[in-house]
């Protein structure tokens, strides 16, 4: 939920309307329950409170989970988390700070709002994007982050550039535009990716755990088979159609690109290992195949729940006056794309699941 | 800016419009300045990093403003602190972490927007009341509310309670009660200022210091001869003339008593001295005059601040329908009270300085 700047940020509906984020994150929530197995086996595997740096053995566990928005998955998430510290140290007296992380432009009020009543640790908030630094040094024991890391900080500038081979002109997202425009979406993802574990590798204390959730491709097949891909296709698909109808223009559409990308696990492992192996080891990574039917849902949940992500990004450049048309255009869209048999050829994204330590 | 419970906080207004907190906090700000010569001074004798528990000589500096509500002021004083710090300790590599803690209802997205762009420290949001626990044991550094502390958590439950020999009928405050109503707001301030000083003294490391700055009544004269007193002592007698002329119901003046206290110093010492002396030790207490001249500010001034501070919870109480003719009337009032060569009779309420360090 995370680009560069304060001022358009791709922040997820807030509050508790229709198109909120708190009643359209199910597919997000599809995503914990995948890898919840996997966190909890990584911290009894992996975490060892006797190593982890300043203070050694700690009386306060302090756990980020990045990309929060406002609930209900990010409680759920560091509940999992805390469940799993405490079963590998149950004699430990420790007190939990929780520092729950998005955007400026994030509905911290609502998130606020939603916490748990019952909660067994101390609530903290922090606005800020994670591209940059968000903590002081070495002040965390755990960071988590789910399905957050596919947005951008920024699409692309090239991509707006009429003189640059990049120049995504009519398009606004990398689904079906040539290797140019691909590779400007990679390499802005590498420079993002790097950015984060830059980041994260000050923040996080020595012997430290990160968890990593991440929407990809899988290997081997070309991204515009994948489903993700295709679902974000379609609003690109919806926009055109718009602008070729006259309510958005030429100049709107041809500087607009969706702030996405879904990388595959051997580019993920390339980017960690060839900028972070002195800061970071790979005590796991798997791809999970993500099992949520997209053809047992409704165009309308589709709708509601892409709705709910993308309304910020989109009104913010296209103005507010086109998206209940837009989203009307999408749901009729999904159907005839995703409620046909043909829509099988479609090869599920996976959640790439990566653990890393921090070096001692 | 605190009470206990969840629902029925007093919050102030959020936002950036005409009655919003952070347009009308300059009587706040004014006893920012008043202090801040104090707090460098008790920092440059009292603090000292070698001494401070875990971690020793720390990296990492945590400061929490209680009470900050939306801005600009608890920028002002984080700033004032880091600056003394910083003065002190020029050649330390410290990072700052702060907590700008407030209710669960303060409007903390407008708090994030307000952050300076040039903050050189990791910002962070803390919602709950400071009557209860907030941080982890030991983890703050320095913990600074001023402006707050003559919140009560809630207005005493006998003043509502027909068969108590406090029931404050036909009256929301004790500026004219009896002695029995007065007693019962100092016996809440006692429990309430007790409770803020147990939690302050788990959180805070040892060798810590905590300023605390509480608007307090001189020492010697009847509370209602002060100022501060009399400006709520005029909201009670406009509740009171619109409950007369038909616009308020009986019980629902019966069943309401403005939730705040102001101490005098004596009063402060003998709580800081009798239940924590052996947490605390008192480094620093000083009562300074308020400066600010009420017969200069204008009476919508005075309206627009006392509105700023004061409608969210007069709306929860008696609806939102009294606001605008309650405040209409509290401007006339003004006028009459303190506009006129009389009104010099009250005497100027102080500012009560506290600083106490965490004993080792």
Redesign the interface.
Known sequence: MVRETKTTPATMNGGDGEYSYNRNSSTQRVAIDLVKELITEGIATNLDLLQLG??SSP??FRIADLGCSVGPNTFISVQEIIDSVKLKYPQEDI???V?FSDQ?SN???TL??N?PSDKQY???????SFYD???????LHFIHCSYSLHWLSNAPKELANHESPAYNRGRVYYATAPTEVVQAYSTQYAKDFTSFLNARAQELVHGGLMALVIPGVPDGIPHSQCNFVALHALLEACLIDMHHQGSISEAKIDSFNLPIHNPTEAELKGLIENNNNDCFSIEKMESVIYNEEVLDVTEQMATSHVRAVWEGVISDHFGNDIVDELFDRYAKKFTEAFLIPESTSYKRMVLIFVLLKRNL
């Not at 101390?122 to 800020?128: K, N, S």
């Not at 630094?133 to 002040?139: A, M, Y």
């Open positions: 300043s203070p009386e306060i007190e939990f700070q520092f400026f509905d911290f009020n606020f709002k916490l101390f609530a903290v908030g922090v606005p800020g630094r968000l903590f002081p040094k070495s002040s």
